[in-house]
């Protein structure tokens, strides 16, 4: 370690997240490796410790030979202030060495928030901010992750972005990478060789052009490069990389358990939910698999708690015969067994009992919308007495504690709506009140709300978001139409983190200029309320010559091309554009298991190749006919 970083440590808030040297790290001979990859999660250790998509990438790049992966986390104020003071850079946690002196820097990026941070590692880190900065001997900059589907208001500063599971294409970044070395190709070469690989975005072989009103007029690639990256899956699961022997943290995360993944995708069409359509298809891994790995990771790691993990883990159909395994080797180890993301429509007192037995007395439910016209509008698929029943087992089954999930500001909204929400979590009281045996225990109901964000490759990417006053005027509504029940709490999200979200979410390539301004301003860690300054944002947008109100507040025509057209999830644009129409009309949409509505995304599981083959400008015009 850096003498100065010794001296540093006794100076900053948890100096544990900088030191590195957790059981189960990998740690490499430096001249057996010919490629080294900075694996950078763009908040603290303690967030991105607990993310398993990392953890499954750092296994997957460690096993490859000649790779060594070694991860990097943002530093806390206080740490970069000492860093920055003594003149030492941003370092991997396994070797102590500059990050700039690596092959690759990867960023995951879940949340659009992080952006100033990428900047900020990067300056740390002293490596040029822009890809046309950067020489021979810099590192290539890649990003992925959810927010990497419109990675455009950062496209001037990462060289590639990885579109969607990376287990299989990042291999194959890598290999290539090794393969060019060999061969003595330069940078540019590289680059273009990789925006062949089926998943990878290049942004810089794309030429953007635009409108006199701001909207986008043509998106074009280079010659060679494909016209729309269509995303990557991993098709069988049960084959595929599990992080068992992971990393022990040195410290508390958030998440500080064994995580095991049931399935990826969704069977539901909610149709806010971004993650619901870029995840699919719906893939789930065997129980005999999970049960292997679940108790082969709690032998390895000592953890005293596992949970569940996907969109929709109650969706999961032999999730009680799974609960049922791992209980058999977790109760008699006092290891907590957690099943989150529940549904009400599918919540059993089987299963309400199963998790009894794992010590869980609080349960969470997300209707997201107060009335069955709105749920419907959404697509929920959720009704009232769906939630009653679903309270009604958690209060027979010992539980005294409920949390409801509600948005606000979605499409066709009414004041109706919003007092629904009020008048549901009654409903759940009085659901609770009518059974003396109930009683005896008390009652928690906690109501939250968040400000609706409408994201890139759902049916609403084309709508508008409310302004923050009318968001704020609800939140009043339902505050005051809760009150008065000293059982039933209300949290709700600030709107100013919210319209910053959704500028950065439906945004262009010319946003990248604003959030390099924020960042010289002092951006940094802007997930924190901490630090995050809206005013700063909003000048610093204006300041480049931009409009927020433009990113957030137009409703956008079908014709218009969006700025993310280049990239393919899987799912037509038309099936997405007719799902916002059945919307307006409150039509549900079965789930898939029910109905195949034909929407795209099972393309993605045949070997033939789907991509379209039209011209962006033209396909985003056409994709309704065929």
Not at 287 to 308: N, V
Request: proline share 6%; hydrophobic share 35%; glycine share 8%.
């Amino acid at each position: 370690m850096d003498p100065r970083l010794e001296r540093i440590l006794l100076r900053v808030q948890k100096p544990a997240r900088y030191t590195g040297g957790e059981y189960h790290a990998v740690i490499k001979d430096k001249n057996e490796v010919n490629t080294r990859f900075a694996f950078c999660f763009p908040d603290t250790y303690e967030i991105g410790m607990s993310n398993l998509g990392m953890r499954i990438l750092y296994g997957i790049m460690n096993e490859m030979e000649g790779v060594w992966c070694e991860r990097c986390f943002a530093p806390w104020g206080d740490m970069e202030a000492e860093m920055r003071q003594a003149n030492i850079p941003l370092w991997a946690l396994e070797s102590g060495d500059p990050i700039r002196d690596f092959d690759f820097i990867g960023f995951s990026l879940g949340y659009e928030m992080a952006y100033t941070n990428v900047l900020n590692m990067l300056d740390l880190a002293g490596v040029p901010l822009h890809t046309w900065e950067r020489g021979e001997d810099d590192p290539i900059v890649v990003a992925g992750g959810t927010c990497a589907y419109n990675g455009e208001p950062l496209a001037d500063f990462v060289d590639i972005f990885s579109l969607g599971e990376g287990e299989n294409v990042t291999s194959e970044m890598l290999e290539l990478y090794q393969n060019c070395r060999q061969e003595g190709w330069n940078r540019a070469d590289y680059l273009r060789k990789a925006a062949q690989i089926p998943g990878l975005y290049v942004p810089s072989l794309y030429q953007v052009t635009y409108n006199e009103d701001g909207t986008v007029a043509a998106i074009t690639p280079e010659e060679g490069v494909p016209p729309v990256v269509t995303k990557r899956i991993v098709q069988d699961l049960d084959q595929s990389y599990f992080p068992i022997k992971t990393i022990i943290p040195s410290t508390e995360i958030v998440h500080d358990r064994v995580m095991l993944e049931v399935f990826r995708g969704c069977i539901r069409g909610c149709r806010f939910c971004q993650a619901g359509y870029c995840y699919r298809p719906v893939r789930p891994k065997s129980p005999d698999k999970l049960l292997e790995q679940g108790i082969e990771s709690c032998k390895l790691s000592g953890y005293q708690e596992m949970t569940l993990s996907s969109l929709s883990t109650s969706d999961y159909r032999p999730l009680e015969q799974l609960c049922d395994g791992l209980l058999g080797y977790c109760e008699p180890r006092n290891i907590n067994l957690s099943v989150p993301s529940l549904r009400a429509d599918n919540f059993s007192m089987a299963l309400e009992q199963r998790l009894q037995r794992a010590r869980k007395s609080s349960f969470t439910f997300a209707p997201e919308a107060g009335t069955q016209r709105l749920r419907d509008t959404i697509n929920k698929n959720v009704t009232e007495a769906d939630l009653m029943n679903a309270c009604k087992t958690v209060f027979e089954g010992g539980g005294n504690a409920v949390k409801l999930y509600f948005m606000l500001g979605l499409p066709t909204e009414t004041d109706e709506d919003v007092l629904g929400i009020a008048d549901l979590a009654q409903k759940v009281y009085l659901n609770w009140k009518q059974n003396a045996s109930y009683r005896a225990r008390g009652v928690r109901i906690t109501v939250s709300t968040s400000f609706f964000v409408p994201k890139p490759f759902t049916p609403f990417q084309w709508e508008p978001q409310i302004t923050m006053e009318e968001y704020q005027r609800r939140v009043d509504l339902l505050r005051n139409a809760v009150k008065s029940n000293k059982s039933i709490i209300y949290d709700w999200h600030d709107p100013d983190t919210s319209y910053v979200e959704a500028i950065l979410a439906r945004g262009d390539r010319r946003l990248g200029s604003a959030i390099e301004e924020v960042w010289r301003r002092g951006g940094r860690l802007d997930a924190w309320s901490e630090y995050f300054d809206f005013d700063r944002w909003i000048d610093s947008i204006r300041s480049v010559g931009l409009d927020p109100e433009f990113y957030v507040r137009r409703e956008r025509p079908y014709e218009e091309l969006l700025p993310w057209s280049m990239i393919s999830v899987g799912v037509r644009p038309s099936y997405l554009w007719r799902e916002r129409n059945q919307a307006y009309k409150s039509v549900v949409t079965p789930d898939c298991r029910k109905q195949c509505m034909g929407c795209g995304a099972d393309r993605l599981l045949c070997d033939r190749k789907c991509d379209e083959i039209l011209p962006i400008s033209a396909r985003a015009r056409t994709e309704g006919e065929g």
